[in-house]
């Protein structure tokens, strides 16, 4: 880790250290260090250290979890819990759409989380909702709007995998929703990995029939055209798809002044060409 960690408190105080990470019933004198330190070998297996939802060939684990092509499999029927972790909910109730608020999210804190509280993240707890009131849902789905890397995704869905195809009750809103409406550095990979685990996702609205792509081009940040693409590809009819503002994707990037001049290039180019295969598609 770039930053070294450092005791803030005394060792006899296993509340937190100085990446804000509860260590949670350890005894007295084990500190996080050494307890990250002792389980290295242990995650090496488990969380891969490259930025990739593969499984290492070195790992001695069996092959129960990984499909004939390499890719990690997800045990989906694990059940939720309800004893919220309040040392967590500090961690991530910030809020997506305020820059000050991304710019706290401290993304190694909640992957260590993750791979020492798996637990924890198969809660559904109330964040604050853009707008009013509050929204309940699994710690991935904020995590993602708040712009985590992909090797802190992938360890959030390994903690808890049904958060990933789990809809958001009320919005009716999946976590792919959440990658696109908050675009961040990290969104190609993540949108990905979201893709390639839950492929259903691109398909499915949200209460005010939202597909993940209209949340992309509505987005409050930039999104890049290679998001866009991928999302195009994996449902190509999605271009002309009309959402309760009766809106395409092309026109809500046209009603979106941060929307980027290629990507409403290439909506354009896409919608033109899909009118033409549907119509010709009916033609014959």
């Given at each position: 880790m770039a930053k070294a960690l450092q005791r803030t408190s005394s060792d006899t105080d296993c509340t937190r250290d100085s990446y804000n990470v509860p260590v949670r019933g350890c005894p007295k004198k084990l500190t996080l260090e050494k307890m990250i330190r002792k389980s290295v070998d242990m995650l090496s297996c488990v969380i891969p250290s490259s930025a990739s939802s593969r499984r290492s060939s070195d790992c001695s684990d069996d092959n129960d979890n990984v499909d004939d092509d390499g890719m990690e499999r997800f045990n989906y029927e694990m059940g939720e819990t309800y004893e919220k972790d309040p040392d967590l909910f500090e961690l991530i109730q910030l809020l997506p759409w305020e820059p000050e608020d991304r710019a706290k999210f401290d993304d190694d804190a909640v992957y260590w989380y993750a791979a020492l509280h798996p637990r924890s993240f198969s809660v559904r707890y109330d964040f604050k909702h853009q707008g009013r009131g509050n929204i309940n849902c699994f710690p991935l789905m904020r995590i993602v709007a708040l712009g985590a890397s992909l090797r802190t995704v992938e360890a959030v869905v390994r903690a808890f995998p049904p958060a990933l195809v789990k809809r958001q009750q009320l919005y009716r809103r999946t976590v792919l929703h959440s990658a696109c409406a908050f675009p961040s550095p990290f969104q190609v990979g993540v949108i990905q990995f979201l893709l390639e685990h839950y492929p259903p996702a691109v398909s499915q609205t949200n209460r005010h029939a939202f597909l993940p792509i209209h949340n992309a081009c509505s987005a409050s940040l930039p999104i890049g055209v290679e998001a866009i693409q991928i999302l195009v590809e994996a449902y190509p009819e999605s271009v002309l798809?009309?959402?309760?503002?009766?809106?395409?994707?092309?026109?809500?990037?046209?009603?979106?002044?941060?929307?980027?001049?290629?990507?409403?290039?290439?909506?354009?180019?896409?919608?033109?060409e899909e009118r033409e295969r549907q119509q010709y598609a009916k033609a014959n």
């Open positions: 798809k009309t959402n309760k503002l009766g809106e395409t994707p092309l026109q809500a990037a046209k009603r979106n002044k941060e929307m980027l001049p290629d990507v409403l290039s290439y909506l354009e180019e896409i919608e033109h």
